[in-house]
């Protein structure tokens, strides 16, 4: 069964600390893996996205890692601030094809205090 | 350039009724999905839709339909509507299928009473 298992399921860290939120999946076949936020009461905002072949892709702060053989992927948040109080949620897809799907993670809820 | 519009961005309909949604994409972008998200269930994929064909289904009930128009504006309905369908309704528009980055309209929270 294709699922989306992300940990922890929340997380509460302080201003400045560094944080690294996890996703396993067990989608079969892969297409590619992306990391959304997203903020309370809006939609979510694309972060990255990685295919089979990349390792690692920053955006900022924010740096994804993909392991393709364990089939686990992290969120390395480095000096946190406020604003990065939000959900996390990991995404896979299978194949692309015109039957592709994605499946969601549940997310990490993430509170950075001051 | 705009993001992407949803409207209405707040209804409330009774067990039974039908509604509509309205998702308008970014300019330029082709592709549409839909994604229903609840506390319960986290999100959940709908539909796709890419030059007015639907491309791809999540597993909901026949309940829930859409439809992409030629300018690529997407609408979504669900008729008889269930205590169960309360929940926020995402668009999400990109360039194409499969491309790196998609865009979230700000929802449509409906609340079925």
């Known amino acids: 069964k294709n699922q989306v298992e992300q940990s922890p399921q929340s997380l509460i860290i302080l201003e400045g600390k560094n944080c690294t939120l996890q996703c396993n999946y067990t989608v079969s076949p892969f297409s590619n893996l992306r990391w959304y936020k997203q903020d309370t009461g809006r939609g979510p905002v694309s972060l990255t996205i990685m295919t089979f072949s990349e390792n690692t892709k920053s955006n900022g702060r924010y740096t994804a890692t993909l392991d393709a053989d364990t089939k686990q992927s992290s969120l390395h948040i480095t000096a946190s601030q406020l604003s990065d109080s939000a959900s996390y949620i990991c995404v896979v897809s299978d194949r692309g094809s015109t039957l592709g799907r994605l499946y969601f993670g549940r997310g990490t809820q993430l509170t950075v205090w001051p | 350039k705009a993001g992407v519009t949803q409207t209405p961005r707040y209804l409330i309909k009774t067990r039974g009724q039908q509604v509509t949604l309205s998702c308008s994409p970014i300019s330029g972008h082709r592709s549409v999905s839909w994604y229903q998200q609840t506390p319960g269930q986290g999100l959940q994929f709908l539909f796709e839709y890419f030059s007015e064909t639907q491309r791809n289904k999540g597993n909901f009930p026949g309940r829930f339909s859409g439809r992409q128009f030629s300018n690529s504006r997407s609408e979504m309905n669900v008729s008889t509507l269930e205590l169960g369908d309360s929940a926020l309704y995402l668009c999400?528009?990109?360039?194409?299928?499969?491309?790196?980055?998609?865009?979230f309209g700000p929802g449509t929270r409906l609340l079925v009473l």
């Open positions: 999400a528009s990109s360039l194409a299928p499969e491309s790196e980055t998609q865009y």
